[in-house]
Every structure is written in C-alpha cells, then in structure tokens.
C-alpha cells in the first residue's frame, strides 16, 4: 500500500519542489524574468482586450436587438446568382409598389408592414419654412405604422391616417432636430413647410433615436421627413421608386415563419414572374439573421487577434527558450550539484520544465492584467457605453493559460532536456 | 542504510580491476588502470596523488558519478557497475556524502536552505526536512549562521556548510575533493579538526588530496600515479616509507 502510495507522491513531490525552485529563480531574476515574457504578456494581452471588447459588444448588441428590433424584417430585391434572372440589371428588379398589396391579409405572422421609399436621386431634399431652408433633409415616403417600425413613435400630433396615404395628402411627420432647424415651435403641428414646390402640414413630430436602436432599424439621427407612401409617388412622379419594405411579426418567436410566409407571398407577386425552382429575385431578412451576420464578423476579428497573439506567443515561445538556455548554462554548476547530490534525470528536467511554465503562467498574467487595463481604458477613453460592458470571459482566461502552458512546455522542453543531460562532473567543472 | 553497508563483513566499498578509459580523438587515456580497493566502516582514508594521477577520477568512479570501463564496483554489497542512472542518482543521494573543493553552494539560498537539497531528492528525508538540516548544521557548529547566505559567510563557514549537506542525509561514506583547497592554513586545520571529529562518530570519510598536512589527520594513505595504486598503508607506515624515500615519492618513482 505504501509503495502503491508513492507513486503519485513523489510525483506531486516534484511538482511541488519544482514549483518552488522555479518561484526561487524567478524571483531572483525579476527584471529578466519579466522582460523574457514580454511575447507572452503581448500575445495575451492582445487576445483578451480583443474578445472582451467584442464581448461588450455582442452583449450590447444583443440588448438592443431585443429592445428595439427582434421582430423587424427587411425586404430587399437583390439580383439572384444563378438562374435565368441573374443578368438583369439590379435597377430593373427593383420592386413595383403593387407587388406587396395584400401583404397584411396573406401572411398572417405579420403585425405591421410599411413600404419605404428613402432619399434618393429624384426625392426633394430641400425643405423650406418661411424664409428658412434646410438642406439635406432625408424625405422618406412610408405607410401607415412604419414609424412604430422603424422604432419613432410619434411624439406629438397624430399619425398617418387610411385615407392621407389613400388620397395621397400632403401631410408630414418632421423630427425634432429638422422642427429645431427650420425655427418652428416646439408645437408646430398644422404649420405647413414646402417640399419640392409643395406645400405639406405637418401632422405629427417624432424623435430622434438613441444609436443603438438605429443599428437595427436605421436613420434616426436627425433631419428626417416622413410623407405618406402615395403622397411620396405623387411627389416625384415616378411609379417606381427605389424603395424597400419593412415588417414586424408578432412576436421574436414567429419571426422566421413570417419570413417564410413573405417569402412565400413575394415570389407569387414578383414581376417579372418567378418561375417554380428560380431562385428568388428578393431576400427576405429577419433581425436573427443580421445577429447571426455580426456574430460571424465577430468571429472573423477574434480569429485575427487570434493569429496575432497566435505570433507573439510563438516569439514569446522562442524568448522563453532562449533565456530558459541561458538560464540552464549560467546554472551548469548547479545543476551538477544537484545530479552529485542524487538529483534524478527527471528531477532536473522537471525543475526546469515547471520553471519555463511558471513564466509563461506569469507572462499570461500579466498579460491579462494588461488585456483589463486595456479594455478598461478603452472603455472609458471611447465614452461609448458598448465598450464600457467589455469583459474578459472566464473561457478566454481558461483558454490563454491554456495556451501559456502549451507554450512552456514546447519551448522549454529543449533547454529542460539540454541540463537533464549534463554530465554531473562535466557540469561540475563547468566555469 | 548502515547496516546494509556492513553487511560484508563491515566492507562498503569494493573495486577489483577498475579501469576507466577515455576516448580522445583516437588517443585512449587509461585514467584508471587495474585499481583494486577495499575500504571498511569508519575508515579514514586518504587519496593522495599529482594531477593526472587518476585520483579524481578514482572520486568519481567511487562517488558513483562515474562508471567503471572494466572491472567491479560494489557498494555495500550491491554492483554499481550495473546500475540505472536513477539507481546511482538514489545511491549519491542516500550513502555518499559530497564535499567539493570550492563549496557549490547555491548563492540565492540560505544555509540551511543549502544543506536542504539533498533532503529533496531523498525518498525519505522530505519530511521534517527543515530539523534534520539544522540538526546537520549544528554537527558541524554553525546552528547560528542558518538564515546567512553564501556570500556572508567566511570559507571556512561555506565549507562547513558544504559538510553539513553532505552529512545531511547520514551517508555511510564522506567523500571529500580537495575539501582545503581554497581554503588558508588556519581554516584548513579547523575543517580537518572537524574530518577527525566525524571520524570519532564514527563516519567512514575519504579524502582526496594532494596536501600531505591534509592526508595527515587519515589512518589510511593511497598514492596513486598514471592510474594505479602505488602505496596502499596505514598512515604510520606511508610516513615511514615516505620519510625514507624522500618528501615527494612520486619524482623518485618516476
């Protein structure tokens, strides 16, 4: 039983005293010990300042998306790859107001829908109040609901009405920041602006919105108009706008139903006609698939940090081996002492092999110590709250001493065998 | 571990034939050629010989540092001639005490720190570790320099540390390089005082030199030359044969 015992004793016996010649050694070598690591504090610090802003971001990024658009859908027209269709031009697939009416009544996961025709080449910019004009105004034509859509609830007034975008009147939303441009009163409702020779009321004021919500649902900043959809056709006389669509499901969960049922819906409705097996003159996008989109880029950056911190630990690697030379050479003598005094191969080679472990342990600290200062700074200097959630995840901590030890061993396994090698009375004549 | 030295009739060491051969380019050196030795328990003996006489490596070849090309080596009964390098690393460590000419004490360490290493490559000397080296220390009179690091300490006192590392594992033989070679006169009488004194408790010691005032405080003398053993006596006996043939033997042989 005892010798069955001393097995695993002795082994942790030599971790032990391994442990604690190297701590010695280290200790007694600062400056060297610390400048030795600096591949290794780099290499760490790098990846961990790199995952936990990416981390702050994601976890940011994921609030906002349930806060302000985990039920929106987008509708684009793209030109499909393959197919018949794939030569058209993209401005000649673009989408025909007509193609969504019906939309609401033949995909029932949906709760709102709006069509919007953005700014573009043919859209008036220029808005205009008594004797003040205002430049680069982004007139937006949409439907009815899309400012609950597009997340700017109306602040003040009322919104669209059925029959303003029926009949296509002449009414308005502005937001606060082009109500402040253009002078008017912080109630402006019924004061009437020109658009495009036009004369438009304004019926309601909505906000401007915080930057995160804009990630998800765009614009928002400031200098937005917004007309009704007919009133938009009617402006700029053409019957086939640039324009998008923008849906919102019941709920987070029917999200990717919905999208199935608009798609289900469009390639009935697109024109030219969709023959069935071509593939989709459209794409149909739930807010997941922009999460699952972003994760991918994140994933991208952490692989480059990731190849870099892979470099430095390598050159880290090679500094730990050659100072861990260096060491084994100044430390013949010793080394030979310790053989004549019944220090066994793999005694000495442990000793030295825990010895490059540690300082690369000790690199991978403060390397991480660093990685947190970083984000910390970055945290604060930014002023962003995004940056200000990065954290350093436990597994990035697990995984870059992980690493660490992978790198002690490999680089320190040649220099461990060199002194487990050295002839006790060689090394004892040693100079 | 005494006990299992005595077993042959209180013979430790036995080497019949020893030879040890080093390649040089195609030169062979024959370092040891034909050495037949036999030391007993508590035996004080002294290896005397010029550079190149092969004492040194008749040291290592008894300090198990070193095998034997020809010839039997055995150990309180055991052959070394046979063994695995961790078997002689256990042998170093657990019978055969060393003392070196220029000390080998770690630098960074204490004292006792010092005469600790050995207890840590021991099987049974981890624990408790930190008693017996005081208890070592305070064999060899420096229970108040523990905490003093080599570089505070005199020749004398590192040497003195040096002995209490090897004693530390109560090794059945001492084996001593030179143990006055850097040291001056004054100090040097007081290790040897301390050789005798171990001697008188019994410790076997085997001193190499080539200091005859060092060899003088042994009962036993061998002189070697080119290899071999040319004067095996009773330290009586050497200063009479020596007396007779003049204070330096070795240029009257030649």
Known sequence: MKRLLNAPLLFLRLLYQSTYLAIGQIWAKKTRSILTTTGIVIGVASITTVIALLTGLKKQTLAD???????????????????????????????????????MERCKSLVRFSRIAPRDFYTPYVVRYGNKAVDG????????????????????????????????????????????????????????????????????????????????????????MFIPFRTYLKLTGDRRPQMYAMAESVSTDLSEEAVSEIKFFMRSMRKPRLEPGEPDTFTVQSVQSRVEQFNRVSMMMTMVAGGIAGISLLVGGIGIMNIMLVSVSERTREIGLRKAVGAEKKAILTQFLVESLILCFFGGLIGLGLGKLLTMVIGKVSKSEVLAMAHIPLWTIMMAFGFCGIVGIVFGMIPAIKAMRLDPIEALRHE | MKQRASDNNGVI??????????????????????????????????????????????????????????????????DVTEM???EL??????????????????PQMSAIKNVEIP???????????????????????????????????????????AIARALVCEPS????????????????????????????????????????????????????????IYSDMPAERDKAANASSGAVPEEVQA
Not at chain 1, 79 to 87: A, L, S, W
Not at chain 1, 205 to 222: K, L, M, N, S
Not at chain 2, 203 to 219: F, L, M, R, S, Y
């Open chain 2, 89 to 106: 690393a256990r042998i170093r460590n657990e019978r055969i005490g060393f003392v070196f000419q220029s000390f080998e004490l770690l």
């Open chain 2, 84 to 86: 695995e390098d961790a």
């Open chain 2, 119 to 161: 207890l840590l490559y021991s099987r049974f000397g981890w624990l408790g570790r930190g008693a017996k080296a005081k208890k070592s220390l305070q064999r060899v009179g420096l229970e108040g320099r523990m905490t003093h690091r080599p570089n505070q300490l005199s020749g004398g006192e590192k040497q003195r540390v």
């Open chain 1, 65 to 103: 998306f349930e806060k302000w658009g985990a039920r929106t859908i987008w509708i684009r027209h793209t030109v499909p790859r393959t197919g018949p269709k794939r030569k058209i031009d993209w401005w000649n697939l673009r989408f025909w107001p007509e193609e969504f009416e019906g939309i």
């Open chain 1, 137 to 224: 105004v982004n007139v937006t034509g949409v439907d009815l609901g899309a400012e609950q859509i597009v997340n700017r609830p109306v602040i003040l007034g009322r919104p669209f009405s059925k029959l303003d975008n029926s009949e296509g009147r002449y009414v308005c939303f502005v937001d606060v920041v082009l109500r402040d441009k253009l002078g008017l009163d912080k109630d402006c409702i019924g004061d009437v602006v020109l658009v495009g020779g036009k004369s438009f009321v304004i019926i309601g004021v909505v906000d401007i919105v915080p930057e995160q919500a804009a990630r998800w649902t765009g614009g928002g900043q400031g200098l937005e």
């Open chain 2, 173 to 228: 033989v001492l084996l001593a390089d030179e143990p006055t070679g850097n040291l001056d006169s004054k100090t040097t009488k007081s290790i040897m005082e301390l050789f005798d004194q171990l001697h008188q408790q019994g410790q076997t010691i085997i001193i190499v030199t080539h200091e005859g005032d060092v060899a003088g405080h042994a009962k036993r003398i061998i002189r070697m030359k080119d290899g071999k």
């Open chain 2, 13 to 78: 060491i036995q080497l019949r034939g020893v030879k040890r051969v080093y390649e040089v380019g195609v030169d062979e050196i024959h370092a040891l050629d034909g050495v037949d030795i036999e030391i007993r328990e508590n035996e004080y003996l002294a290896v005397m010989g010029h550079s190149g006489s092969g004492k040194s490596t008749l040291m290592n070849v008894l300090g198990c540092l070193d095998r034997p090309t020809e010839g039997s080596y055995e150990y309180g009964g055991e």
